[in-house]
């Protein structure tokens, strides 16, 4: 069964930066476009980043120019840098693996989340 296990969520300050990673095990990782989905209380999960398995990269417009995604084959693992973190970056971080599974279908895996806080 897939795995995939995410570390390196915390309490920062405003301003400060954090480094999530995400483990993945029991999938062909290059395959997979590698994701990072954040929910934050009373709302709906939301995409933060996305690299595709050639390296392309995706970015929502609220963490543009702040969080980087990166990925590293040889260690099955994706990562997001989070810098000049704001309140607003307040949430549970999820990592998401997808691959193509046919016309208009793809499968989706998940990790179980962990905790950004940002507060003063």
């Known amino acids: 069964q897939v795995q995939l296990v995410e570390s390196g969520g915390g309490l920062v300050q405003p301003g400060g930066s954090l480094r999530l990673s995400c483990a993945a095990s029991?999938?062909?990782?290059?395959?997979?476009?590698m994701g990072w989905y954040r929910q934050a209380p009373g709302k709906q999960r939301e995409l933060a980043a996305t690299?595709?398995?050639?390296?392309?990269?995706n970015y929502a417009d609220s963490v543009k120019g702040r969080f980087t995604i990166s990925r590293d084959n040889a260690k099955n693992t994706v990562y997001l840098q989070m810098n000049s973190l704001k309140p607003e970056d307040t949430a549970v971080y999820y990592c998401?693996?997808?691959?193509?599974?046919?016309?208009?279908?793809?499968?989706?895996?998940w990790g179980q989340g962990t905790q950004v806080t940002v507060s003063s």
């Open positions: 998401n693996a997808r691959v193509a599974a046919g016309p208009s279908r793809s499968n989706d895996y």
């Open positions: 029991r999938i062909m990782f290059s395959i997979y476009t």
């Open positions: 690299i595709t398995s050639g390296g392309s990269t």
